[in-house]
């Protein structure tokens, strides 16, 4: 019974890494640009969310020769190794193709990393506007409100971006949300793209954009050596967030005021 199982589980797998190689079609049934309109600035919260969680994004974005920014609010200094990990995700977006002269990393006093550092949605909000406005941004890309992880300071990013959303609505910005998956559907590796493809047709509205270069997102996340420890390695092979992204428009007017 058990080898049945698992012998199913390396079809599926094989199965899934097939749709990738050689079937691979994101799903976008909403358009995430505008015809024209490709100064796209992905935020996030420390080094390397950009590599675990928004690779599948990134490639797509690259290879549709977008304009990409990141702003990253934080050097990611709980354990004291900001100035190190500052230089990691300079590493990792050139393994990504993001130009280094449009990657801003903040090392703001009152926007440092970790669990209990709450984050003035009042200083993201104006530190994001003064980001669209010097870039010319037009999409915004980040968390959900439950930041895939949980984590307070993703979580603080998703809020700063809906109340420049909401403080902004002249501007015509649009801003998309990766959507928190179940702890389910988070460590099955790529066979959440049969999930994901399954969950846009109930939800018309989301855009499932498949990883067509998985291997670049290993690449990129092992420049970040001070956390390529062994659990994070497996987290890279198993979490799903390497093989697929579920993005979701955010709507400022039917969230409550923040
Ligand atoms: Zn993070």
Redesign the pocket.
């Given at each position: 019974m058990v080898v049945v199982f698992l012998s199913l589980i390396v079809v599926i797998w094989v199965a899934s890494f097939f749709k990738i190689f050689f079937r691979a079609t994101s799903i976008s049934r909403a358009t995430i640009l505008d015809d024209g309109k490709k100064n796209v600035m992905f935020v996030?919260?420390?080094p390397?969310?950009e590599s675990?969680?928004f690779s599948p994004t990134i490639n797509y974005f690259t290879s549709t020769a977008c304009n990409l920014h990141i702003l990253c609010f934080s050097t990611?200094n709980a354990d004291g190794m900001g100035s190190i990990r500052d230089q990691e995700l300079h590493r990792a977006c050139a393994v990504l193709k993001v130009p280094l002269q449009q990657l801003k990393i903040l090392d703001h006093p009152n926007l440092q990393d970790g669990f209990g550092q709450l984050w003035s949605h009042d200083l993201l909000t104006e530190i994001i506007e003064e980001e669209v406005t010097n870039h010319y941004i037009h999409t915004i890309i980040t968390f959900d409100n439950y930041?895939v992880?949980g984590?307070c300071?993703?979580r603080d990013v998703h809020r700063g971006v809906l109340k420049f959303l909401q403080t902004n609505s002249g501007r015509n910005v649009k801003a998309w949300e990766l959507v928190s998956l179940n702890i389910f559907r988070k460590y099955c590796g790529p066979v959440d793209i049969w999930l994901s493809i399954l969950s846009a047709k109930r939800h018309p509205s989301k855009v499932i954009i498949i990883n067509k270069q998985p291997w670049k997102s290993f690449k990129a996340m092992a420049q970040h050596l001070s956390q390529w420890v062994w659990f994070r390695k497996l987290f890279v092979l198993f979490s799903s967030y390497t093989y697929v992204n579920t993005l979701d428009r955010i709507n400022p007017e039917s969230n409550e005021l923040l």
């Open positions: 996030i919260a420390h390397d969310d675990m969680f990611g930041g992880s984590h300071n993703h």
